[in-house]
Structure formats: structure tokens, C-alpha cells
């Protein structure tokens, strides 16, 4: 089983990212699928989940708004759009993936699949 992120990168204040993330080994087309990032000394948290049905979404307060994300079941990929990015945007960007439960439980332990990361980084 693997989650691989693609798409990140050096962009300044206000610039758009989009990530990728895509799953293979198994099928991801019922899990719920998440976005999480990890700041330098700080802790992993959570930006955006997406439900199997791809209508129900789920975002943090900091990037409400700004990011957008969506789901193609028949290429097991996930995607992150990023506008309007902030320097506080700075971090690895983690894709995961875990079986059932609630798009609104954003406890990152109950994420059984984790991609390896992507750096954004964001200049101001």
C-alpha cells in the first residue's frame, strides 16, 4: 500500500499549489482521505478531509476559503488546491487514508496509510 504526494514546491505570497496524492496497493475509493502538514516544531495537523462521496468536505479554519480539495476515485488520487498562500502555509504536507469513521475525527493517529510528504514552502 502506498500514498505518493506530488506538487510541492518554493512560491511566494499569494501563489497557487496543487498536490497530488496517489494511492495504490489497495482500494482507496471508500476511505476517507485527508490532507495534514507538519511545520518545523510543530506538531502534525490536520488541513482537509474528503469523504468517499466526493461532495462532503471538510477543512480547517486557517485554510477555509483558500484551499480546495477533491478526489478522483478512478485514478486513486487525491488533490489539494492551494490559493492565496501564506508564509504560515510553510510545511510538509502529509496524504492519508483510513477505512470508515467520521471525515470530522481529525485525530491523525487514526489514519492508518501516510504518504512520505511533500515540502510547500512559501515566501514572503
Known amino acids: 500500500v502506498q500514498l505518493v504526494e506530488s506538487g510541492g514546491g518554493l512560491v511566494q505570497a499569494g501563489d497557487s499549489l496543487r498536490l497530488s496524492c496517489a494511492a495504490s496497493?489497495?482500494?482507496?475509493?471508500?476511505?476517507?482521505m485527508g490532507w495534514f502538514r507538519q511545520a518545523p516544531g510543530k506538531e502534525r495537523e490536520f488541513v482537509s478531509t474528503?469523504?468517499?462521496?466526493?461532495?462532503?468536505?471538510y477543512y480547517a479554519d486557517s485554510v477555509k476559503g483558500r484551499f480546495t480539495i477533491s478526489r478522483d476515485n478512478t485514478k486513486n488520487t487525491v488533490y489539494l488546491q492551494m490559493n492565496s498562500l501564506k508564509p504560515e502555509d510553510t510545511a510538509v504536507y502529509y496524504c492519508?487514508?483510513?477505512?470508515?469513521?467520521?471525515?470530522?475525527?481529525?485525530?491523525?493517529?487514526?489514519?492508518?496509510?501516510w504518504g512520505q510528504g511533500t515540502q510547500v514552502t512559501v515566501s514572503s
Open positions: 496497493g489497495r482500494t482507496f475509493t471508500s476511505d476517507i
Open positions: 492519508a487514508a483510513k477505512s470508515g469513521g467520521s471525515l470530522y475525527n481529525i485525530n491523525p493517529q487514526l489514519y492508518t496509510y
Open positions: 474528503i469523504s468517499w462521496n466526493p461532495g462532503t468536505t
